[in-house]
Protein backbone atom coordinates (compact mmCIF):
# COMPACT_ATOMS: atom_id res chain seq x y z
CA UNK A 1 0.00 0.00 0.00
CA UNK A 2 1.51 3.77 -1.04
CA UNK A 3 0.77 6.27 1.72
CA UNK A 4 1.09 10.24 0.41
CA UNK A 5 1.18 12.52 3.51
CA UNK A 6 0.95 16.55 2.00
CA UNK A 7 -1.73 19.23 1.60
CA UNK A 8 -3.73 19.62 -1.31
CA UNK A 9 -2.59 23.47 -0.73
CA UNK A 10 1.28 22.21 -1.92
CA UNK A 11 1.85 22.29 -4.89
CA UNK A 12 3.87 19.75 -5.32
CA UNK A 13 1.39 17.36 -3.38
CA UNK A 14 -0.95 18.04 -5.93
CA UNK A 15 1.94 16.90 -8.59
CA UNK A 16 2.01 13.53 -6.85
CA UNK A 17 -1.32 12.90 -6.35
CA UNK A 18 -2.41 13.53 -9.93
CA UNK A 19 -0.23 11.02 -11.03
CA UNK A 20 -0.88 8.27 -8.95
CA UNK A 21 -4.62 9.10 -9.56
CA UNK A 22 -4.21 9.07 -13.67
CA UNK A 23 -2.24 5.67 -13.27
CA UNK A 24 -5.23 4.30 -11.23
CA UNK A 25 -3.15 3.68 -8.37
CA UNK A 26 -4.71 3.24 -5.31
CA UNK A 27 -3.33 4.92 -2.23
CA UNK A 28 -3.97 5.92 1.34
CA UNK A 29 -4.04 10.13 1.55
CA UNK A 30 -2.57 11.71 5.28
CA UNK A 31 -3.20 15.99 5.86
CA UNK A 32 -0.23 17.06 6.94
CA UNK A 33 -0.33 20.77 7.66
CA UNK A 34 3.21 22.53 7.71
CA UNK A 35 2.00 25.76 8.64
CA UNK A 36 1.01 23.89 12.43
CA UNK A 37 3.84 22.46 12.86
CA UNK A 38 2.96 18.80 11.88
CA UNK A 39 6.19 18.36 9.47
CA UNK A 40 8.38 18.98 12.51
CA UNK A 41 7.27 16.46 14.92
CA UNK A 42 9.52 14.27 16.44
CA UNK A 43 6.90 11.65 14.47
CA UNK A 44 7.37 12.98 11.47
CA UNK A 45 10.84 13.52 11.95
CA UNK A 46 11.91 9.81 12.23
CA UNK A 47 10.02 8.45 9.04
CA UNK A 48 11.22 11.81 6.98
CA UNK A 49 13.99 13.48 7.87
CA UNK A 50 13.51 16.15 5.35
CA UNK A 51 10.48 16.99 7.44
CA UNK A 52 8.95 18.07 3.93
CA UNK A 53 5.41 17.51 1.99
CA UNK A 54 4.82 15.87 0.07
CA UNK A 55 6.39 12.29 1.19
CA UNK A 56 5.68 8.60 0.36
CA UNK A 57 5.54 5.44 2.40
CA UNK A 58 5.55 2.37 0.44
CA UNK A 59 4.64 -0.11 2.74
CA UNK A 60 4.80 -3.08 0.35
CA UNK A 61 8.70 -3.48 0.97
CA UNK A 62 10.39 -4.92 4.00
CA UNK A 63 10.71 -2.45 5.98
CA UNK A 64 8.69 0.14 4.94
CA UNK A 65 10.51 2.43 2.28
CA UNK A 66 9.50 6.28 2.68
CA UNK A 67 10.57 9.07 0.28
CA UNK A 68 10.91 12.75 -0.07
CA UNK A 69 10.97 15.10 -2.79
CA UNK A 70 8.00 15.72 -5.62
CA UNK A 71 10.62 14.50 -8.13
CA UNK A 72 12.44 11.68 -6.67
CA UNK A 73 8.63 10.12 -5.40
CA UNK A 74 7.12 10.45 -8.95
CA UNK A 75 10.69 8.68 -10.64
CA UNK A 76 10.45 6.23 -8.09
CA UNK A 77 6.72 5.38 -9.29
CA UNK A 78 7.44 5.01 -12.63
CA UNK A 79 10.75 2.87 -12.48
CA UNK A 80 8.35 0.70 -9.80
CA UNK A 81 5.60 0.26 -12.02
CA UNK A 82 7.09 0.77 -15.23
CA UNK A 83 4.79 3.52 -16.41
CA UNK A 84 6.84 4.48 -19.24
CA UNK A 85 4.30 7.15 -20.61
CA UNK A 86 5.25 9.51 -17.95
CA UNK A 87 8.76 8.63 -17.38
CA UNK A 88 10.91 6.04 -19.73
CA UNK A 89 12.45 3.66 -17.49
CA UNK A 90 14.30 1.09 -20.40
CA UNK A 91 17.07 2.00 -22.69
CA UNK A 92 15.59 0.06 -25.79
CA UNK A 93 15.88 3.11 -27.96
CA UNK A 94 18.01 6.07 -28.25
CA UNK A 95 14.72 7.98 -28.21
CA UNK A 96 13.75 6.70 -24.96
CA UNK A 97 17.03 7.69 -23.21
CA UNK A 98 17.00 11.19 -24.76
CA UNK A 99 13.00 11.53 -23.48
CA UNK A 100 14.11 10.56 -19.93
CA UNK A 101 16.97 12.77 -20.43
CA UNK A 102 14.75 15.96 -21.13
CA UNK A 103 12.35 15.24 -18.42
CA UNK A 104 15.26 14.98 -16.06
CA UNK A 105 16.50 18.45 -17.52
CA UNK A 106 13.13 20.17 -17.10
CA UNK A 107 13.11 18.25 -13.32
CA UNK A 108 16.96 19.36 -12.29
CA UNK A 109 15.98 23.13 -13.27
CA UNK A 110 12.56 22.75 -11.53
CA UNK A 111 13.34 24.59 -8.58
CA UNK A 112 14.91 27.67 -10.98
CA UNK A 113 11.45 27.50 -13.55
CA UNK A 114 8.22 27.01 -11.71
CA UNK A 115 8.52 26.62 -8.42
CA UNK A 116 9.87 30.97 -8.27
CA UNK A 117 6.42 31.44 -9.03
CA UNK A 118 5.15 30.05 -6.11
CA UNK A 119 8.20 31.80 -3.64
CA UNK A 120 7.89 35.27 -5.28
CA UNK A 121 3.93 35.31 -6.35
CA UNK A 122 2.00 32.96 -4.42
CA UNK A 123 3.66 32.85 -0.83
CA UNK A 124 3.62 36.97 -0.13
CA UNK A 125 -0.75 36.12 -1.34
CA UNK A 126 -0.98 33.72 1.84
CA UNK A 127 1.00 36.34 3.97
CA UNK A 128 -1.04 39.23 2.67
CA UNK A 129 -4.63 36.51 3.13
CA UNK A 130 -3.22 36.24 6.74
CA UNK A 131 -2.38 39.79 7.34
CA UNK A 132 -5.89 40.40 5.90
CA UNK A 133 -7.56 37.86 8.90
CA UNK A 134 -5.07 38.97 11.49
CA UNK A 135 -2.84 36.22 11.27
CA UNK A 136 0.44 35.44 11.89
CA UNK A 137 1.29 36.51 8.61
CA UNK A 138 0.32 40.18 9.46
CA UNK A 139 3.90 41.44 8.63
CA UNK A 140 4.01 40.65 5.38
CA UNK A 141 6.47 42.73 3.16
CA UNK A 142 5.43 45.33 1.18
CA UNK A 143 7.55 43.94 -1.40
CA UNK A 144 5.61 41.37 -2.98
CA UNK A 145 2.10 41.76 -3.05
CA UNK A 146 0.92 42.91 0.32
CA UNK A 147 -0.86 45.97 -0.74
CA UNK A 148 -2.55 44.32 -3.46
CA UNK A 149 -5.95 45.61 -3.04
CA UNK A 150 -4.64 49.28 -2.56
CA UNK A 151 -1.61 50.11 -4.93
CA UNK A 152 -2.41 49.76 -9.01
CA UNK A 153 1.50 50.45 -8.82
CA UNK A 154 1.75 47.50 -6.72
CA UNK A 155 -0.66 44.91 -9.00
CA UNK A 156 1.59 45.95 -11.90
CA UNK A 157 4.87 44.85 -10.44
CA UNK A 158 3.31 41.79 -9.24
CA UNK A 159 1.29 41.28 -13.12
CA UNK A 160 4.83 41.87 -14.36
CA UNK A 161 6.87 39.44 -12.32
CA UNK A 162 4.30 36.89 -13.84
CA UNK A 163 4.70 37.53 -17.31
CA UNK A 164 8.29 37.81 -16.96
CA UNK A 165 8.46 34.40 -15.55
CA UNK A 166 5.69 32.65 -17.53
CA UNK A 167 7.66 33.71 -20.58
CA UNK A 168 10.66 32.24 -19.73
CA UNK A 169 9.06 28.97 -18.87
CA UNK A 170 7.71 28.83 -22.71
CA UNK A 171 10.32 30.56 -24.44
CA UNK A 172 12.72 27.04 -22.35
CA UNK A 173 10.48 24.00 -22.96
CA UNK A 174 7.20 24.82 -24.79
CA UNK A 175 8.16 27.04 -27.74
CA UNK A 176 9.65 24.48 -29.68
CA UNK A 177 7.96 21.62 -29.19
CA UNK A 178 5.17 20.71 -31.66
CA UNK A 179 3.38 18.96 -29.59
CA UNK A 180 2.65 21.65 -26.96
CA UNK A 181 4.37 19.21 -24.01
CA UNK A 182 7.31 20.30 -22.15
CA UNK A 183 9.17 17.25 -23.53
CA UNK A 184 8.24 16.26 -27.08
CA UNK A 185 5.33 13.21 -27.55
CA UNK A 186 2.22 12.71 -27.51
CA UNK A 187 1.38 13.04 -24.31
CA UNK A 188 2.01 14.81 -20.62
CA UNK A 189 5.29 13.12 -18.80
CA UNK A 190 6.46 13.93 -14.81
CA UNK A 191 7.92 17.47 -16.22
CA UNK A 192 4.32 18.40 -16.96
CA UNK A 193 2.51 17.50 -13.86
CA UNK A 194 5.44 18.92 -11.68
CA UNK A 195 5.31 22.38 -13.91
CA UNK A 196 1.60 23.02 -14.37
CA UNK A 197 0.49 23.69 -10.71
CA UNK A 198 2.96 26.23 -9.87
CA UNK A 199 1.64 27.98 -12.80
CA UNK A 200 -1.54 27.49 -12.71
CA UNK A 201 -2.16 28.48 -9.42
CA UNK A 202 -2.17 32.21 -10.81
CA UNK A 203 -5.51 32.15 -12.89
CA UNK A 204 -7.26 29.60 -10.17
CA UNK A 205 -6.19 31.60 -6.53
CA UNK A 206 -5.45 34.88 -7.81
CA UNK A 207 -7.73 35.51 -11.05
CA UNK A 208 -4.88 36.90 -13.14
CA UNK A 209 -5.70 35.45 -16.84
CA UNK A 210 -2.54 35.12 -18.87
CA UNK A 211 -5.00 35.93 -21.45
CA UNK A 212 -3.69 39.54 -21.10
CA UNK A 213 -0.52 38.54 -22.51
CA UNK A 214 -1.04 37.42 -26.45
CA UNK A 215 2.67 36.82 -26.69
CA UNK A 216 2.18 33.29 -23.80
CA UNK A 217 -0.01 31.95 -26.60
CA UNK A 218 2.03 28.54 -26.49
CA UNK A 219 1.56 28.77 -22.49
CA UNK A 220 -2.24 28.92 -22.69
CA UNK A 221 -2.25 26.04 -25.16
CA UNK A 222 -0.32 23.82 -22.66
CA UNK A 223 -2.39 24.63 -19.73
CA UNK A 224 -5.43 24.22 -21.78
CA UNK A 225 -4.19 20.80 -22.59
CA UNK A 226 -3.45 20.21 -18.96
CA UNK A 227 -6.56 21.22 -16.95
CA UNK A 228 -8.25 18.63 -19.38
CA UNK A 229 -6.27 15.39 -17.94
CA UNK A 230 -8.17 13.06 -16.09
CA UNK A 231 -8.26 14.25 -12.07
CA UNK A 232 -7.44 17.55 -13.00
CA UNK A 233 -10.35 19.08 -10.43
CA UNK A 234 -9.84 16.27 -8.00
CA UNK A 235 -6.43 17.55 -7.08
CA UNK A 236 -7.45 21.12 -7.39
CA UNK A 237 -10.20 21.49 -5.22
CA UNK A 238 -8.45 22.92 -2.34
CA UNK A 239 -6.90 25.49 -4.73
CA UNK A 240 -10.47 26.98 -6.08
CA UNK A 241 -11.00 27.43 -2.44
CA UNK A 242 -8.35 29.36 -0.95
CA UNK A 243 -8.73 31.17 -4.59
CA UNK A 244 -12.49 32.03 -3.79
CA UNK A 245 -11.28 33.31 -0.04
CA UNK A 246 -8.76 35.14 -1.82
CA UNK A 247 -11.06 37.19 -4.05
CA UNK A 248 -13.25 37.81 -1.00
CA UNK A 249 -11.02 39.83 0.13
CA UNK A 250 -9.71 42.17 -2.29
Known amino acids: ?97 QRRARINEYISHHNESTRMMTRKVIFPTMKWMSSKSGGAGSGASSSGIAHLSQSPRDVQHVKLTIRDMAKRFQHKFLVNNPSGYIVEGDSPTIADLLAYPDLAQIPQIMGIDYSEWPELEPLRIWMGKMSELPHHDDVHQTVYKIGKLYQSKL
Request: glycine share 6%; net charge negative; with cysteine.
Open 1 to 97: MLRLYGHYGSQPTRSVAWLLKMKKTPFEFFTINPIAGETRTAEYRAKFPLGLIPALEDTEPTPPFALSEASAMMIYLCEKHGWDDFYPTNNSSPSAI
